[in-house]
């Protein structure tokens, strides 16, 4: 017997707030595709029907940071590029949340030389770093379950008076 | 004729002494030529009936650190023709980072020079649009030069401001 037949009339359940709204923030935590280089093919598989993100309802990929709360930074970062991931991220509204994905990403990687950053935490706040080069998409989706976990703990108020200082960009 | 002599007998004809060496190498053939001399030759070698390279493949640079004449500007030009890739080298007298652009007779050389310039910092005379590529804008250092340190020069690349 399915739950519309025993709910032959208007019923109402208790909760608080706050776990409704953790909830439903969860699960549908939506990326934005931040991919830069080859860890964003791995991305990129992680929405196919194999790995599937849609089944935590990540799969509302678009191109623009104005609908999405969490960014996943998939790629070597570039001294020149941080501006405009900077940018992208100060786009997007609060609250949102950093994936960092691969090596890169999260240390520079093999590239230690002067044109990669080495780590974006230098301007980002990031909440889950995703070992692995590349990462492989249960991995990356291991990270979204983890950001998943931060957010149900997260208590609606918690964004409530929250201060966004410091948000100019160093330059241009 | 073979057509690696062709070429060397063509350019050394119309060149003579401002062709300093000539380099057959694993099959290629590289020709050092008087820094002065490379826009004449780039024009004597595009509209040479029998030679016609058309087309710049590439331009880049050598920063050789400490040797007497430290910069060498490297072109390697291709001529359908001859289906043949010629290399040409020209090195700068000293510490002399100024060459003339070759932009206007190779369209392709354009931005080719503008890396060169980015990296190595050699200065194209006339050519028209001499900007960054790669570093950004106002970056005062040249990354490929020998002193330039592999890990860089701590802040002299800006980052937006951290969040806390
Ligand atoms: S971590 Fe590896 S796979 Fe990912 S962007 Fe860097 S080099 Fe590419």
Known sequence: ?172 | MDIKNLIVDKVRNQFGDSLIEVVEFAGDLSLTIDSKKNRELSEFLKSDPELQFLMCKDVTGIDWGTRKNRFTVVYHVYSFQLNFTLRIKCNLEGEETKIDTVADIWLSANWYERETYDMYGIIFKGHPDLRRMYMPEGFEYHPLRKDFPVLGIPNSLPLPNKID
């Open chain 1, 1 to 172: 017997m399915g739950l519309e037949a025993k709910l032959t009339q208007d019923g109402f359940i208790t909760s608080t707030l706050d776990a409704v709204i953790a909830w439903a923030r969860k699960s549908s935590v939506w990326p934005m595709p931040m991919g830069i280089s080859c860890c964003a093919i791995e991305m990129i598989a992680a929405a196919d029907p194999k790995y599937d993100i849609a089944r935590f309802g990540s799969e509302v990929m678009r191109f623009t940071p104005r609908q999405c709360d969490l960014m996943i930074v998939a790629g070597t970062v570039t001294y020149k590029m941080a501006q405009v991931v900077r940018r992208i991220y100060d786009q997007m509204p609060e609250p949102k949340w950093v994936i960092a994905m691969g090596a890169c990403t999260s240390s520079g990687g093999m590239y230690r030389s002067y044109s990669v950053v080495q780590g974006i935490d230098q301007f980002l706040p990031v909440d889950v770093y995703t070992a692995g080069c590349p990462p492989r998409p249960e991995n990356l989706l291991n990270a979204l379950m983890a950001i998943q976990d931060k957010i149900s703990k997260s208590k609606a108020r918690d964004f409530q008076d929250k201060l966004y200082t410091n948000l100019e960009l160093s330059n241009n």
